[in-house]
């Protein structure tokens, strides 16, 4: 049996797309299935390069059609497309986070490029995609992470109207190959903001020292540091205030890919989970026939099932957004945040399941359990985007605006307007919809009605209990009031998403007996704040609902989870 929520690479075809894009997915899928799952493991046990993955890549030329926008272009199929970009995370995901990673920092690398003026750049880099070559962002240093304002790359004038810049960057992917390393750094004789500069750099330059690779990984998450490296003109991306804009609009693009790698992991995980726990017999029985583990097979799965959800509705917002609509400002850290902890907790589920198994060398689900964890925590800790989510609280409860309704969209253009984001800030003035109707639409679902009255007593809070000024210094306290607002914010895509592909109502049901759950636990984790107020205890005590309970849909949701058993074998 096919799930239609699920990825299946027997059954994949991506008809939605154009026929270019069906064909290298589909070839993609196809060179992973003819390594095989004995190959892949055992890659990923050795910490083996990925040369030839990159190999295949180049041939098909997959990462230059995918990563060109149109105003670059060498080919009619090549355009910067959010949708096909995502698909393609979920398929590399799927397979293992190494190869994931490898194309994402790349795309990290490509976001500085495709957001400079200087056409040099832009052409030198058209031609290294086609030739195959993968990029590499270089800002994060060892001493100052990725705290822009602190860069120790120093330039200095070479008094030819270049530059010479000295100094080491570290937590680089890719920094061992990259045809191409956007570098953050500023100029040693300009204090301040104007003194921030872009720059293009070549891995195989003399003066480029790969020192090491920083973990025990294939994915090679490089120190390296420049010596004197002569900076020309063409190679300047950007300078002063773009500089600094064009790190945080890079990492706008970049964070969004960690949502469908998560779903990618889960995916394959929950198939080898299932179909473990479906055939192994304790005490006589099945392992599945345990109601403990059922639950935790269906929480897995309707988890999930959210992941997608919100994570395809979020990727239309990405995909419509414009100088007038940022919404995608809220909507973008939450795929980093919520759906990649949602991945946690998917993993988590299953291996309480299927627990020794879980340590086999010769299972997926053994690195799945490791990479999981690294979700999270890339391009902005959870509590960084936390914090980031939390500066739309009140705008988007209380004060929403009128939008015409975003479409699906599956269409076959290129997403301009990403390298085009200009200044990072004006944050405050970003208006979104009315979240009530996506809920209404489903008033008659029992826990979405139940998880409605939650989200009607967070505006409450917002309105009669929020943190005053001594308490918006707390950040742990703002922390759990930023796990609220977000359960609210997922909801509302998930159902939204829903009603476009007529999610089934049972899903759905069983879905936000979760959320409420989650809802009442953050509300329990408010209430016991050192700082809260006691109305704020008793607000997060009247907060907590019990899910509506449904023995009958319960049973319906795991004939589809039992199903899964046996569904997707990885080839040997």
């Not at 627990?355 to 997926?364: I, N, P, R, S, V």
């Amino acid at each position: 049996m096919t799930d239609p929520l699920l990825f299946n690479p027997r059954t994949y075809d991506p008809a939605h797309f154009d026929p270019e894009t069906r064909r290298l997915l589909r070839a993609t899928v196809d060179w992973f299935e003819a390594r095989g799952k004995r190959r892949l493991t055992e890659d990923y046990r050795s910490r083996a390069w990925l040369g030839e993955f990159l190999d295949f890549a180049a041939r098909e030329r997959l990462f230059a059609t995918f990563l060109t926008p149109s105003a670059a272009a060498r080919r009619e199929d090549q355009r910067w497309d959010t949708a096909r970009i995502a698909a393609l995370n979920e398929i590399l995901g799927f397979y293992g986070l190494d190869y994931w990673y490898a194309w994402q920092v790349t795309i990290l690398g490509l976001g500085p490029v495709w957001q400079s003026d200087n056409a040099a750049a832009r052409t030198r880099a058209a031609g290294l995609l086609d030739q195959g070559e993968v990029f590499a962002f270089g800002l994060s240093e060892r001493a100052h992470g990725a705290d822009i304002y602190s860069t120790d790359m120093l330039l200095t004038p070479d008094g030819d109207g270049g530059f010479l810049a000295s100094g080491s960057k570290y937590y680089i992917g890719n920094g061992n190959a990259a045809g191409l390393v956007s570098v953050f750094g500023r100029r040693a004789d300009v204090e301040g903001p104007d003194g921030y500069v872009f720059f293009a750099a070549d891995s195989r330059h003399p003066a480029y020292h790969l020192v090491k690779n920083v973990v025990d990984s294939s994915k090679y998450v490089s120190e390296f540091r420049l010596a004197d490296y002569p900076v020309g003109a063409d190679d300047i991306l950007h300078t002063g205030r773009a500089a600094f804009d064009a790190a945080l609009n890079t990492v706008n693009v970049g964070k969004f890919n960690l949502c469908t790698a998560s779903i990618g992991i889960c995916e394959h995980a929950m198939y080898e989970a299932v179909t473990h726990a479906h055939h192994r017999v304790l005490y006589g029985r099945p392992v599945t026939a345990f109601p403990h583990v059922r639950r935790e097979l269906a929480d897995a799965y309707v988890r999930l099932a959210g992941m997608k959800l919100f994570s395809d509705r979020a990727a239309d917002y990405f995909r419509s957004a414009g100088p007038e609509d940022r919404r995608y400002l809220l909507f973008n850290p939450m795929t980093k945040m919520k759906v990649t902890t949602e991945g946690e907790k998917v993993i988590d589920l299953l291996w309480d399941v299927i627990a020794a198994k879980g340590f086999e060398k010769d299972t997926y689900f053994a690195q799945a359990a490791v990479e999981i964890r690294s979700l999270p925590k890339l391009e902005g800790t959870v509590h960084v985007n936390l914090a980031l989510i939390l500066k739309f609280l009140r705008s988007h409860l209380l004060d929403p605006a009128g939008y015409a309704p975003v479409p699906a969209r599956l269409d076959a253009a290129d997403d301009a307007f990403l390298f085009r984001q200009g200044p990072a800030r004006g944050l405050g003035s970003i208006r979104f919809h009315d979240w009530r109707p996506a809920f209404d639409a489903y008033a008659d679902v029992p826990n979405v009605a139940r998880f409605r009255e939650q989200a009607d007593a967070l505006c409450d809070f917002v309105r009669t209990a929020a943190p005053d000024e001594e308490q918006s210094r707390d950040l742990d306290l703002l922390l759990s009031v930023g796990q609220l607002f977000a359960l609210v914010v997922h909801g509302q895509l998930i159902l939204e998403q829903a009603h476009a592909t007529a999610l089934d109502t049972d899903v759905l049901d069983e879905l936000f007996s979760v959320l409420v759950r989650d809802f009442s636990a953050h509300a329990v984790e408010l209430h016991g704040k050192e700082s809260a107020t006691p109305v704020q205890q008793d607000w997060a005590l009247g907060a907590v609902r019990r899910p509506v309970a449904d023995e009958a849909r319960a049973a319906r949701v795991w004939k589809r989870v039992e199903a899964l058993a046996g569904a997707y074998e990885m080839a040997p």
